[in-house]
């Protein structure tokens, strides 16, 4: 698609605007997996035994189908990945070049020519 990331004045990014982007752009995720950690850790039987060294009870859980209420578990997984989604592609429905996260980076996507040097790293 020949797409390549650029700054305000149309030059490579910095390194420090390549990170703050990445780390902007994968913050729904990091924010989903903490999430579901914590609750899982408070909230499975499994872990939290497993935890106080009760190995023994896990196997026997398992045994005796013993399953948590993975309800909540659901309901926030459900909510993370709406607001994920609205994140990384709500920007689309009024594409100007940039998303969420490119303009707090401070860049813009734009295309390259078709005619440039193919041979030459892209930016993506």
Not at 6 to 30: D, H, M, Y
Not at 39 to 46: I, T
Request: charged letters at 15%; hydrophobic letters at 50%.
């Amino acid at each position: 698609m020949f797409l390549r990331i650029a700054n305000a004045t149309g030059t490579a990014p910095s390194l420090r605007q390549c990170l703050i982007r990445e780390v902007w752009k994968f913050l729904p995720a990091c924010i989903l997996g903490i999430a579901v950690t914590v609750h899982a850790s408070q909230n499975l039987p499994g872990l939290s035994t497993l935890a106080s060294g009760q190995f023994i009870d896990v196997i026997h859980a398992a045994r005796d189908m013993q399953t948590p209420d993975f309800s909540p578990l659901f309901a926030v997984g459900l909510t993370a990945w709406l607001l994920a989604a609205l994140w990384w592609f709500g920007p689309f429905l009024l594409w100007r070049g940039q998303t969420l996260y490119d303009r707090l980076a401070g860049c813009v996507v734009v295309r390259s020519d078709a005619t440039e040097d193919q041979s030459a790293p892209t930016q993506h």
